[in-house]
């Protein structure tokens, strides 16, 4: 149930929202090192989340590996590239 539940519900939020914040830093020039370390802090929690709580998990449910790395396509790195392009979209306006 857990497995699912962060698969499902927590790493798509968690990754959409961190895409967001880290295409907002990108985007918005300006590059202080207090930002900084919080974006990288953010882009190595998303990628401990992925590798972690997705993959892994999903390996320990005795699933292929290829199926493994299809899960993290669909809940981890389209999340997050869609908070990438949300935040794109808004900066457009």
């Not at 295409?23 to 190595?44: D, E, I, K």
């Amino acid at each position: 149930m857990f497995a699912e539940t962060v698969r499902w519900v927590l790493a798509p939020l968690v990754l959409s929202v961190s895409g967001f914040f880290t295409a907002n830093f990108v985007v918005s020039g300006h590059y202080s090192w207090p930002q900084t370390s919080r974006v990288l802090v953010l882009t190595f929690t998303a990628l401990i989340l992925s590798y972690e709580f997705v993959y892994k998990e999903q390996l320990s449910m005795n699933v292929p590996s290829d199926r493994a790395k299809t899960v993290v396509l669909y809940s981890c790195l389209i999340p997050y590239a869609i908070g990438w392009v949300f935040m794109l979209g808004l900066w457009k306006l």
